[in-house]
């Protein structure tokens, strides 16, 4: 497998603009994750899906952001209007869902970084 | 809730030297505890994990050790390398809780030849 892919790499966009990450989990996982990454608040998760419903968006900051997930095998990050505290490394990661073996064990992507100005 | 706690960095080490970085946890269950590491420009992955207290985690030389009177997990190696420069995050996952694993801030380690 070639692990959790992530589009794209690097994003510079205006402020007041929509932007849209793009996350591919590992085949068989039932479990996805976005993380947000920023110097000053470390590794936040925005929200958590199994088998593609959403568990737990507590972490998603406000209405601009939403998270979509219609197949097992991709899942969407969207930001509309970005603003430039938005500014950040976004992480998607995949796991096997609760009960599993290795439920528990997160496969992260290589990340987004994203530069709103 | 569950929470973890890393020590702060940045963490300078010379080649060679004995590499502490502790990591102290409090969680309502019984845990499974981890460390992960991120390489410059990458994401996280992960190092090492133990399920159970008194288990061992091992992997490149690394080890942590599952202590459950101390509540902690601290991570060690006896001989760092310039490679071993990275962010290392502990973490825990209460597989009869949540599920969704908490994260420590991370410890940034800089290993100088």
Redesign the interface.
Known sequence: DAG?IQSPRHEVTEMGQEVTLRCKPISGHNSL?WYRQTMMR??E?LI?FNNNVPI?DSGMPEDRFSAKMPNASFSTLKIQPSEPRDSAVY?C?SSFG?GSSG?????????SRLTVL | GNSVTQMEGPVTLSEEAFLTINCTYTATGYPSLFWYVQYPGEGLQLLLKATKADDKGSNKGFEATYRKETTSFHLEKGSVQVSDSAVYFCALSDPGGSYIPTFGRGTSLIVHP
Do not use: H, Q
């Not at chain 1, 439920?103 to 990340?111: D, I, S």
């Open positions: 959790v994750f470390g590794l998760l958590y737990d992480f990661a609760p439920a528990n064990v997160l496969t992260f992507g290589a990340g």
